[in-house]
């Protein structure tokens, strides 16, 4: 319960939905439905309104918390960003759009991506038929995501099978009786995040 209240709080704090929780994100029952103003006394009194450092800040938060990341992770991915050969959005959106778990709750087998990794972490899933449970492993184009065969019959996967028949993409292809997933495509990058503020942070 402590751990449930302390992502609400991440969200009202940062004013937007990021889906750390699964169903009840998208419920009434949201945090920031029913209570739509930053946690604290002073939450309803709080003005939105902030100085460019802390919009950069925020944005950082957003990401930390929706990928789950640490702030070794962050300076680490932006920081080769500014050397990489493509532009720096794109590097860093294949980046956080290609880790592991992000794919496995993008395509329907997770109801969340905190979920998402807290299964590729116990090691539910097989990449190319091997076992991976480092979440932020980065997935390419042809890989074969899969949940393990002695998994299937866990409540969390065991009325998979209906959902994932109407699960729909551009850039994978889901055999639902399998429960696996094939990349044919790098995701679209349509994150919903400022990327430029927080390059702009991270070159202070």
């Not at 116990?122 to 492993?137: A, C, D, I, M, Q």
């Not at 393990?148 to 292809?173: G, I």
Request: proline residues 4%; charged residues 30%.
């Amino acid at each position: 319960m402590r751990l449930l209240k302390s992502k609400e709080k991440k969200e009202r704090a940062l004013g937007v939905k990021l889906g750390l929780k699964a169903f009840r994100c998208n419920s009434p029952k949201c945090a920031l439905v029913r209570r739509p103003y930053r946690p604290g006394m002073h939450g309803k009194k709080f003005s939105r309104s902030a100085s460019e450092f802390k919009l950069q800040l925020m944005e950082k938060q957003k990401i930390k918390f929706t990928y789950g990341l640490t702030e070794r992770q962050m300076k680490n991915i932006f920081k080769k960003a500014s050397a990489a050969r493509e532009s720096a959005l794109d590097f860093i959106g294949k980046k956080l759009e290609m880790r592991l778990d992000n794919i496995v709750f993008r395509m329907g087998l997770a109801p969340s991506i905190i979920m998402a990794r807290q299964l590729v972490s116990h090691g539910h899933f097989l990449v190319n038929s091997r076992k991976v449970t480092v979440p932020s492993y980065q997935v390419k184009v042809g890989d074969v995501i899969k949940v393990r065969e002695k998994m299937k019959d866990h409540p969390l996967f065991k009325d998979l099978k209906n959902t994932l028949k109407n699960q729909k993409s551009d850039w994978f292809v889901l055999d639902a009786e399998k429960l696996e997933g094939t990349i044919k495509a790098n995701p679209p990058l349509e994150l919903p995040f400022n990327i430029n503020l927080v390059v702009d942070y991270y070159s202070r």
